[in-house]
């Protein structure tokens, strides 16, 4: 098993492109999350999604869009790339449990430099 | 909403000490705290997690402590090892009745361990 794998793991972007991250995982988990690293910052909520089909918005949701069209894939949209959101972005995802308490397991990155 | 202060930052300790890295919540609803450990270039992963019906869980050289009055939370290393050295971060969510409560992260701790 694969995991939880992001594509692309590098980019290099001039400011006002645009470009999808794609994250993928084959756990069947129902909960994938998106976030941003920044340093001195943590990890920042940009999106979340509860199940296919669905999606919200996170802590620092400006500047994206996501889509969950199928379980196991989660794609973070920059429309219109700006330096600020230079950044290395993990997706995580989750089970769905009678305990509610569940480990994320998280991708190994994507390092995300707007210039 | 949930608030998570961590210090410190960077802590550098001598391979067999002990380290100690502290966080502080704001919600006093929030009911689960994990730590996460990343290791350089990769996605952190799950180290350690206490609920807060608990007030101490070990788990070999790690152990967490829960102080909801306070509302603190630590994560103790013991017997370090040169292994140990990464980043190191808290985090608290409000989960409740099958729903995950989005995780709110601290913002870091650089563990070093200098054999």
């Known amino acids: 098993n694969a995991g939880v794998t992001q594509t692309p793991k590098f980019r290099v972007l001039k400011t006002g492109q645009s470009m999808t991250l794609l994250c993928a995982q084959d756990m069947n988990h129902e909960y994938m999350y998106w976030y941003r690293q920044d340093p001195g910052m943590g990890l920042r909520l940009i999106h979340y999604s509860v199940g296919e089909g669905t999606t919200a918005k996170g802590e620092v949701p400006d500047g994206y869009n996501v889509s969950r069209l199928k379980k196991q894939n989660f794609l973070l949209g920059l429309e219109s790339a700006a330096p600020s959101q230079t950044s290395v972005y993990f997706c995580a995802t989750s089970g769905r449990h009678l305990s509610s308490y569940n480990e994320q397991f998280f991708g190994p990155g994507t390092r995300l430099t707007v210039l | 909403g949930e608030n998570v202060e961590q210090h410190p930052s960077t802590l550098s300790v001598q391979e067999g000490d002990s380290a100690v890295i502290k966080c502080t919540y704001s919600d006093s609803a929030s009911n689960y705290f994990p730590w996460y450990k990343q290791e350089l270039g990769k996605g952190p992963q799950l180290i350690i997690d206490?609920?807060?019906?608990?007030g101490e869980k070990k788990d070999q050289r790690i152990a967490v402590t829960l102080n909801k009055t306070a509302k603190h939370f630590s994560l103790h290393i013991t017997e370090t090892q040169p292994e140990d050295s990464a980043v190191y971060f808290c985090?608290?969510?409000?989960?409740?009745?099958?729903?995950?409560?989005?995780?709110?992260f601290g913002k870091g701790t650089k563990l070093s361990v200098k054999p």
């Open positions: 985090a608290a969510s409000l989960n409740y009745g099958g729903s995950q409560g989005n995780l709110i």
């Open positions: 206490i609920r807060s019906n608990v």
